[in-house]
């Protein structure tokens, strides 16, 4: 990664409290900032909050309150809430703040001589929710309503200084052209290209109807239209002290798509008026989507009694955090809408931090407190070098295309060969017919591939990856300008080094905390929605034998001998693909000690993601017929399961049963 590496968040407007969606986007921002740091760029991560407008003015005399007081108020709720959510800016900036006061006023100045501001009177539609202009072919009609608020835009007429912006269509255009990563994903670019070519109309950029604004220089009765101030904020951020310079132009903004075309359109057009070049202006605007909780869109009732830090000091006061942060990072594609939900939460929480992640740490414990003499290596270890070498690189390419989901997707493949190479190498077995160099060599591999994991999840987990550091007897990781430390091939411990080991970093939640969580964090129903009815059981997937189905009456008691008849073993799977167009079935691959894995279809696909599977020990009825599903899909066996109104779970085996093992 090159540097410096500067990236910032949109600074968030204060006529509400902070919320999933602004957690959203500045821990995605934190988590770019901590790769980045790691791969040795000198970093800056900026974010802050906007503090002026008609809009802020309105809330604060509703309250009864000055403006600035009542900004002073909310902007300390922000500040506050990060290092809740394990974000650390390098720099919070205030819109109110006499740094960026002086530095919009000099950009105003520089357009302004160059030719590009001149006064007239503004006409028109304005959404105070937005602080946008519209024309009525942008607004649904009837009414003039606002596309993100829904409320009417009101009526404005007054004198404005106006900014030449269609004088730079052109410019823009060429700019998109010439770098066709400046705006993504690429959706959003086109998005952007053909709000440009259908024309630009020159932008009101100050008012007089409120005072609550940055004043126009030389001309006290204006203030500046609020997304002029507020977008320089990215700029006058780094100008004092002269060493932040440094950092321009930023490496991304991160953005939501509701105010992409601020960013993308009026922000460089704004700079290049000022004089600057193509190669100064921002390199990326990247947009996100929008984000909903439980599959509602959030709303101020909603922000008020689901707060993410809330929720995340709720999970536990350890590793709770870090669980929202994976959660938010994993379950949404960035760059696309997407649901957050406790149900999402606590099923990632068992399955990929505890089983797999969790787990593989804590299969090392049994086994030695110092790393032992590595030997002689074979094929498991290859075979493991190899899918750490190809996730490792695949992981650190996505965060450096800004994609932290494909990056943890690529980093559980590693996890998950991990824990198939404990199955497969079977340290258990080593220790019990006392193969020491054997073992040794299994500890030590294990020990080598966890610090490696320990560094790949730093970004997004920060405090789960010291604490997995602390347990294999590491110093915290920390950046260092210039040394690139992702760890493309697991490093190499030295022999005798302690490992202080520790209780699981991810404790399984008893059924009453899974119960509390869910009925603390559960969107509320929607305004005027009827409370739902009760959910009827459901009736086991066609894909999942293993699912037994509830049953109103009970079975007829059957006999030993009948029992006997089912040969149920300890399977581990090795690997798990959804199957194209069956939304409900998982295609599986389950060693059970025969000399072939089984091909096992299951419908679990809405309870489990294909990689949370990998690495688990399963149950599976062995002699059953073959079942065929079409299309060549053969399953051999079945898995043993439990079903009921909150999904599908797995029967799984703890300690170390290798594979083919019986169940009785």
Not at 107 to 125: A, P, Q, S, T, V
Not at 139 to 162: D, M, R
Not at 615 to 639: C, D, H, T, W, Y
Request: charged share 25%; glycine share 8%.
């Amino acid at each position: 990664m090159k540097s410096p590496f500067y990236v910032t968040t949109p600074i968030y407007y204060i006529n509400d409290v902070p919320h999933l969606g602004t957690a959203y986007t500045t821990i995605a921002a934190d988590v770019l900032a901590r790769y980045a740091r790691l791969r040795g760029a000198d970093t800056w991560f900026l974010t802050g909050t906007d503090e002026h407008g008609i809009k802020v003015q309105r809330v604060a005399e509703q309250k009864g309150t000055p403006p600035q007081e009542y900004a002073d108020e909310v902007s300390a709720m922000f500040r506050a809430t990060w290092p809740r959510l394990g974000c650390a800016p390098d720099d919070f900036i205030r819109t109110s703040e006499a740094r960026h006061k002086a530095g919009v006023q000099d950009l105003w100045r520089k357009i302004r001589d160059r030719g590009d501001l001149f006064l007239g009177h503004y006409e028109g539609l304005y959404c105070v929710g937005c602080e946008a202009y519209y024309t009525e072919k942008d607004l649904k009609q009837p009414g003039n309503l606002c596309p993100i608020h829904g409320t009417a835009a009101e009526t404005v007429k007054e004198e404005s200084y106006f900014f030449r912006l269609s004088k730079y269509a052109d410019r823009l255009l060429a700019l998109y052209e010439k770098n066709p990563t400046f705006v993504q994903p690429t959706s959003r670019l086109n998005e952007v290209k053909s709000f440009v070519q259908a024309g630009l109309s020159d932008l009101s950029v100050s008012r007089t109807t409120f005072q609550w604004g940055i004043p126009v220089p030389d001309d006290a009765k204006h203030v500046m239209y609020v997304w002029f101030d507020a977008l320089s904020n990215y700029l006058t951020a780094v100008q004092e002290p002269a060493e932040r310079r440094r950092f321009w132009p930023a490496s991304v903004h991160l953005v939501g798509k509701d105010i992409l075309r601020f960013h993308a359109i009026y922000w460089p057009a704004f700079l290049m008026a000022a004089g600057y070049a193509d190669d100064e202006l921002p390199k990326q605007i990247f947009a996100h989507g929008f984000l909903t909780y439980g599959g509602q869109k959030m709303s101020k009732s909603l922000r008020n009694t689901i707060s993410p830090a809330d929720l995340a000091e709720s999970l536990s006061p350890t590793v709770g955090v870090d669980a929202v942060r994976y959660c938010l990072m994993r379950a949404i594609s960035f760059g696309q809408d997407g649901d957050f939900s406790i149900d999402d939460v606590l099923a990632r929480y068992a399955s990929e931090l505890g089983n797999s992640l969790g787990n593989l740490l804590n299969r090392v414990q049994p086994f030695a407190k110092v790393v032992p003499s590595k030997g002689v290596t074979g094929p498991l270890e290859a075979d493991l070098a190899a899918a750490h070498a190809e996730g490792a690189k695949a992981a650190a390419e996505a965060f450096d295309a800004y994609n932290p989901t494909r990056a943890l997707d690529a980093i559980w493949t590693v996890c998950a060969a991990a824990n198939v190479y404990v199955d497969k190498s079977a340290p258990w077995a080593a220790k019990k017919r006392g193969d020491d160099a054997r073992l040794g060599t299994i500890v030590a591999t294990l020990v080598e591939e966890l610090e490696a994991l320990s560094v790949m999840v730093a970004p997004v987990m920060p405090s789960v990856a010291a604490a997995m550091r602390a347990q294999l007897g590491l110093p915290a990781q920390a950046g260092v300008v210039g040394r690139d430390q992702w760890p493309f091939a697991a490093p190499t411990r030295s022999t005798g080094e302690a490992l202080p080991g520790g209780a699981p970093i991810f404790p399984r939640f008893e059924k009453e905390k899974e119960q509390e969580l869910r009925a603390r964090f559960a969107p509320p129903p929607e305004a005027g929605a009827a409370p739902a009815a009760p959910e009827k059981a459901k009736t086991p997937p066609v894909a999942a034998p293993a699912a037994v189905a509830p049953a109103a009456d009970a079975k007829p008691a059957v006999t030993y001998d009948d029992f006997a008849k089912l040969e149920l073993k300890v399977g581990v799977v090795l690997s798990a693909e959804r199957v194209k167009k069956k939304d409900k079935l998982l295609d599986l691959r389950v060693e059970i000690g025969e000399a072939e894995p089984r091909r096992i279809v299951a419908g679990i696909a809405t309870s489990y993601a294909p990689e949370a599977l990998v690495g688990k020990r399963v149950v599976v009825l062995a002699n059953l017929p073959p079942r065929e599903f079409g299309k060549g899909l053969v399953s051999q066996g079945m898995l043993l399961a439990a079903e009921d109104d909150a999904g599908i779970r797995l029967l799984t085996i703890d300690g170390e049963s290798g594979p083919g093992a019986k169940v009785r």
